[in-house]
């Protein structure tokens, strides 16, 4: 295992904080160090560039620091705080200090890992009532967010086209794998078909508006429920080309990772809800469209870590079957079954 940075070593102790935590939890993702500092968290973006994103000066990290508080307080103003400067001084770290800055970190208030709805859902406490929550919650937070010139670029047939097109193009390797050359030549075939098939109403989709600054990550453990407060996080901040799109894709998302986890009943009352409180009367639809494609990315993406020859075999097996599951939900879609 990889020496952890001087930063993050001195970010581990509870002593770094001017509210000094009992202890200080490190978690880690391919992009950040995440430090759990009881009722507070701070994140900070690792200096990597994986094409799709890049945070490899300290400028590009204060700067998506920045864009992540911003994006992220449309949909939980009072869990995302501020952008807090670090600087240095010979070999001490001060947090809050902007007079040597050498790195930026995001501070959040903590929400209960209890109150993820992955969580709730896993132990039986959601009721339609609360997807009903869920649905007309985001349909409001969508409602004050402007559909612009700039967010209909997004929405072009020609956008979408190259997003599916690239797609298949970056998992045909995988046919005889996780996906079979018949599911695949389906949920293609399908998919282009769709697109040139409903060139007008994909038209009629920009000219209501649809297409929106939106959320881009859209799944069951960016939600937290704490009684009557309903908290969405951790929107991309990275990459507008995933985040900018129909507001029935990020609704798709989270339609279809309900129905993957077992839970399509209340993946209908979320739509139903969104739809009705947003009062959006073609997303019925393309709704079946961006569930296929959603599906699908996520097959893409969980297929990617069978290249990662870091990967021990239980990880690569669980990884196999994960994006197996993916391209199957996708199909059952393009058959109607769901």
């Given amino acids: 295992m990889a020496e952890l940075p001087p930063l993050v070593k001195a970010m581990r102790d509870p002593f770094f904080y001017p509210h000094l935590p009992p202890r200080v939890d490190l978690l880690q993702t391919h992009i950040s160090y995440i430090f759990l500092t009881g ?19 300290l400028e590009k990290r204060r700067h998506f620091c920045q864009e992540e ?97 690239e797609n298949f193009e970056q998992t045909r390797r995988y046919i005889g ?39 881009g990550d859209l799944h069951l453990q960016h939600i937290c429920m704490e009684g009557d407060a309903i908290y969405i996080f951790d929107c991309i901040e990275f990459n507008e080309r995933f985040r900018f799109g129909d507001v029935a894709s990020d609704v798709a998302f989270l339609s279809m990772d ?40 996520r097959a893409k993406i969980t297929s990617f870590m069978l290249d990662d020859e870091g990967l021990d075999k239980r990880a690569r097996d669980e990884a196999f079957q994960r994006a197996k599951q993916y391209y199957g939900l996708a199909l059952e879609y393009v058959k109607g079954n769901i």
Avoid at 39 to 57: C, N, R
Avoid at 266 to 289: I, K, M, N, P
């Fill in 69 to 165: 508080l911003r994006l992220n307080r449309r949909f939980s103003p009072d869990v995302y705080l501020e952008v807090v400067p670090i600087s240095v001084d010979a070999d001490s770290f001060r947090l809050g200090d902007d007079s040597e800055v050498i790195e930026y970190a995001l501070k959040m208030r903590r929400i209960s890992e209890d109150h993820m709805l992955y969580r709730l859902l896993e132990a039986g406490r959601v009721t339609t009532d609360d997807m009903q929550r869920i649905g007309s919650h985001l349909a409001r937070v969508y409602s004050a967010i402007q559909g612009d010139e700039r967010s209909r670029a997004f929405g072009g047939l020609d956008t979408i086209s190259t997003n599916v097109v």
């Fill in 177 to 215: 794998g996780p996906i079979s050359k018949e599911t695949f030549e389906s949920i293609e075939s399908w998919s282009l078909f769709f697109m040139e098939e409903n060139a007008a109403l994909f038209e009629q989709r920009v000219a209501q508006g649809c297409i929106k600054d939106c959320h």
């Fill in 39 to 57: 009722e507070l968290v701070y994140k900070v973006k690792k200096p990597v560039d994986f094409g799709f994103l890049d945070f490899t000066t």
């Fill in 258 to 297: 309900l129905d993957l986890n077992g839970y399509p009943g209340l993946g209908r009352v979320f739509v139903e809800a969104y739809t009705e409180a947003s009062d959006d009367s073609t997303l019925a639809r393309v709704l079946q469209f961006y569930k296929v494609y959603r599906a699908y990315v």
